[in-house]
């Protein structure tokens, strides 16, 4: 349920609650906001939805596939692809076929490869005589080409895409409709509603709240395989009850596999499982590429290791955490007891929040905990107890 309140404004010790525009003002339609979210994409929090797809580029505009033009098309520099679709909900048969329009986008692309999504865009901003990463280096200019087309491509032969749509008052029945493709499945995609409330300020200018509404995670239960073009439908073999994962946490460990190869990896997700069930560990996707195991207790949150994708293992605030709590012992312990265990030191040359465990003056790796996973377990517990404890009193 969504539990949204009305901005206030605040000026000289004054408030007043700002006045929504309405959907019939005629102040602004589809195009405006068409408009305006291809010109400010950082607009759409994307990364609430899907960390992977941060820093999207506008690429182009009403993006001709053969099921209808596309209104927004993003990319980031890691070559995932964002597809915008926007509506004003004051049409009733909008709303009601707003999904399939932007699913038909998305299985219309997954049947391209790079060199016909690449023409179709530069045709569709106008510009066919750039190359799409000369677009992409205006705002990179670091990037590696053929890890950017590989990307791009391997996305479109997956379907791996975030698909938003936008709008200014997104209803309730949107949201379930949301949760309904979210039950039944039908690409590798990320569907995000996100809501763009309007209101005007005493002085008669518009203020924008984008918020995310709804988001599913990523659909695996009936995929589409590509060959030589062909779309062909099949169901998944995977058990219907297990929690799939997001866009954003498959690419962190096929990354992350990469580095520390297929068996490591999944023993560390079979760890994670272990944590989650037995110590309610949450396995939390954040900045940077990291995946963080974090205990959130009813006054604070705790991080016991940040994990990179190159497999390094880091550590945030557990010693100032538990300096706050009253006692910076416990975090220090947990730091010196796991060095011990892998043969570490406690590094303390940082700021207190980035105290962390190093071996051989180096980040150790993900492997050198799973070596020692039990007693890592264990270590976690004894010190939730202990911060529970504390907590209490």
């Given at each position: 349920m969504?539990?949204?309140s009305?901005p206030?404004?605040l000026?000289d010790?004054?408030?007043?609650?700002?006045?929504k525009v309405?959907?019939?003002?005629?102040?602004y339609?589809e195009?405006w906001i068409?408009?305006?979210?291809?010109n400010h994409p950082?607009?759409l929090?994307v990364?609430e939805?899907?960390?992977t797809?941060?820093?999207?580029?506008?690429?182009?505009k009403e993006?001709a596939?053969?099921?209808g033009?596309i209104d927004?098309?993003?990319?980031?520099d890691y070559?995932?692809i964002?597809?915008?679709?926007?509506?004003l909900w004051?049409?009733?048969?909008?709303?009601?076929?707003v999904?399939?329009?932007?699913l038909d986008y998305?299985k219309?692309?997954?049947?391209?490869?790079y060199t016909?999504?690449?023409s179709?865009?530069?045709?569709?901003r106008g510009?066919?005589s750039?190359?799409?990463l000369d677009?992409l280096r205006?705002y990179?200019?670091?990037?590696?080409?053929h890890?950017?087309?590989d990307s791009v491509?391997?996305?479109l032969?997956?379907?791996?895409?975030?698909l938003?749509?936008?709008g200014?008052?997104i209803r309730?029945?949107?949201e379930?409709?949301?949760?309904?493709?979210?039950?039944?499945?039908?690409?590798?995609f990320?569907l995000g509603?996100?809501?763009?409330p309007?209101?005007?300020t005493?002085?008669?200018?518009?203020?924008v709240?984008?918020?995310?509404?709804a988001?599913?995670k990523?659909i695996?239960?009936i995929?589409?395989?590509i060959?030589?073009?062909?779309?062909?439908e099949k169901?998944s073999?995977?058990?219907l009850?297990?929690?799939?994962?997001?866009?954003?946490?498959?690419?962190?460990?096929?990354?992350?596999e990469?580095n520390?190869?297929?068996?490591?990896?999944?023993?560390?997700?079979?760890f994670?499982?272990?944590?989650k069930?037995?110590?309610?560990i949450?396995?939390?996707l954040?900045?940077g590429?990291?995946l963080s195991?974090?205990?959130?207790?009813p006054n604070?949150?705790?991080?016991?290791a940040?994990?990179?994708?190159?497999g390094e293992?880091w550590f945030y605030?557990?010693?100032v955490k538990?300096?706050e709590?009253?006692?910076k012992?416990i975090?220090v312990?947990?730091?010196?007891?796991l060095?011990?265990l892998i043969?570490?030191d406690?590094?303390d040359k940082?700021?207190?929040?980035q105290?962390?465990?190093?071996?051989?003056n180096k980040?150790?790796n993900?492997s050198?905990?799973?070596?020692?996973?039990?007693?890592?377990?264990?270590?976690?517990?004894?010190?939730?107890?202990?911060?529970?404890?504390l907590?209490?009193t």
């Amino acid at each position: 349920m969504k539990q949204h309140s009305t901005p206030i404004f605040l000026k000289d010790s004054k408030a007043t609650v700002l006045e929504k525009v309405s959907l019939h003002s005629g102040i602004y339609n589809e195009a405006w906001i068409q408009e305006l979210c291809f010109n400010h994409p950082q607009l759409l929090p994307v990364e609430e939805i899907e960390p992977t797809f941060r820093g999207m580029i506008p690429i182009c505009k009403e993006l001709a596939v053969p099921s209808g033009p596309i209104d927004l098309v993003y990319i980031n520099d890691y070559g995932f692809i964002t597809i915008g679709e926007c509506k004003l909900w004051r049409n009733p048969e909008a709303r009601r076929k707003v999904i399939g329009q932007i699913l038909d986008y998305a299985k219309d692309l997954a049947k391209w490869d790079y060199t016909l999504f690449e023409s179709a865009c530069l045709k569709a901003r106008g510009e066919s005589s750039k190359s799409l990463l000369d677009v992409l280096r205006g705002y990179y200019p670091d990037i590696e080409e053929h890890k950017f087309i590989d990307s791009v491509q391997s996305n479109l032969n997956k379907g791996r895409f975030l698909l938003a749509v936008i709008g200014d008052g997104i209803r309730e029945n949107m949201e379930e409709l949301a949760n309904y493709i979210h039950q039944n499945g039908n690409l590798n995609f990320t569907l995000g509603l996100i809501e763009l409330p309007i209101y005007k300020t005493p002085s008669d200018e518009l203020l924008v709240t984008p918020r995310v509404l709804a988001k599913t995670k990523e659909i695996e239960r009936i995929i589409y395989r590509i060959d030589g073009g062909h779309v062909e439908e099949k169901s998944s073999t995977k058990n219907l009850g297990q929690e799939s994962k997001t866009i954003s946490e498959k690419v962190f460990f096929e990354r992350l596999e990469n580095n520390i190869g297929k068996e490591r990896t999944d023993e560390f997700q079979k760890f994670i499982e272990e944590l989650k069930t037995e110590q309610s560990i949450i396995p939390k996707l954040g900045r940077g590429n990291r995946l963080s195991l974090n205990f959130k207790s009813p006054n604070d949150t705790y991080n016991f290791a940040s994990v990179q994708e190159s497999g390094e293992v880091w550590f945030y605030g557990i010693v100032v955490k538990t300096e706050e709590l009253g006692d910076k012992k416990i975090g220090v312990n947990y730091l010196e007891n796991l060095a011990e265990l892998i043969n570490g030191d406690l590094y303390d040359k940082y700021k207190e929040w980035q105290w962390c465990i190093k071996k051989d003056n180096k980040y150790p790796n993900i492997s050198d905990f799973l070596d020692v996973k039990n007693n890592w377990k264990r270590l976690i517990a004894e010190t939730i107890d202990q911060t529970s404890k504390l907590e209490d009193t």
